[in-house]
């Protein structure tokens, strides 16, 4: 059976007074935290609450207890929940290290537990687990600041995580080196390509309408030149499959190769 003082403690310092609503978000978002961790790790909430243990001048002393007799395996989950947030406020300080696992809810929560502190000189959260050697987790305005910040850019990065692939599958103006093309504009099975700026492995290039039929007009040979294209990055899972050329904007011989081989049918 775990030690009755085995709890997660938050203290809270502060000078003069503080807000009753960032005391609040504050609570609200322990709370909030702490359900949702209970709820990832499949673990039966047996009745642990926020307990207001001690106010006093310049100080609140706040504890995460069971409100039955404690037993191990809710040691272990109290434990669990410390760790998760070391790891999530530690990298949302320095952003240094393995990036924690987190949604936009876990962001939320986190701005909240810090509001008590953020943007308020001489504040400052302490975070422990009593009756472990846990390094406890602290706090200051200072570093509140620049959790709320990295906070808010991953919110909004994960808000609009479409925005975001499509600008990384669309490139502009890059150089394209074609390794196999087939001499017909409709089979584009066996055309090959290499955009050494986004992979230097060769893909299956395929082409905007008009596109392919222009390059197989002229009349040097298109593996000894270098192709100026726009081009969309088709990928699966993240790997890329295939390229579509959207513009091509200039064409010139490529000085270096003297390569004259290659498939060209």
């Keep these: 059976m775990a030690n009755e003082n085995t709890a997660l403690t938050i203290k809270i310092d ?29 673990v039966e909430n047996m ?8 106010i006093k001048q310049e100080c609140i002393f706040i504890e995460l207890a ?4 404690p037993l191990f395996s809710d040691y272990n989950t109290v434990i669990d929940f410390f760790v998760s947030m070391k790891s999530l406020f530690s990298w949302l300080t320095s952003k240094i290290g393995p ?14 537990i810090i509001a008590p502190v953020n943007n308020h000189n001489g504040r400052q959260i302490n975070i422990s687990i009593e009756g472990n050697n846990y390094a406890p987790i602290v706090i200051d305005s200072g570093n509140a600041r620049t959790i709320a910040l990295n906070a808010d850019e991953e919110i909004k ?3 609009a995580p479409e925005k975001e692939n499509e600008s990384d599958e669309n490139k502009e103006k890059v150089i394209l080196k074609f390794i ?16 050494s700026e986004i992979d230097k492995v060769g893909h299956p290039v395929m082409f905007s ?18 192709y100026l294209v726009d081009v969309k990055v ?12 959207l513009e091509l904007h200039d064409s010139y011989i490529d000085e270096d190769n003297q390569n004259e081989g290659g498939l060209f049918d």
């Design 66 to 69: 069971s409100s039955i007799i």
């Design 209 to 226: 309408s008009g596109i392919k039929s222009n390059i197989l007009q002229e009349t040097d040979n298109p593996f000894l030149k270098n």
């Design 14 to 42: 502060y000078e003069d007074s503080i807000s009753l609503a960032d005391f609040q978000k504050s609570l609200e978002g322990w709370n909030s935290q702490y359900i949702t961790h209970i709820s990832r790790t499949n």
């Design 47 to 54: 009745g642990d609450v926020l307990l207001i243990k001690e």
């Design 180 to 195: 196999q093309i087939k001499n017909d504009e409709s089979d584009n099975k066996n055309t090959k390509g290499v955009i």
């Design 99 to 112: 990036k924690p696992s987190m949604e936009i809810e876990d962001l939320e929560n986190a701005k909240k």
């Design 157 to 159: 990065k994960l808000s």
């Design 234 to 245: 088709n990928k699966i899972d993240n790997v890329i499959k295939s390229y579509t050329i």
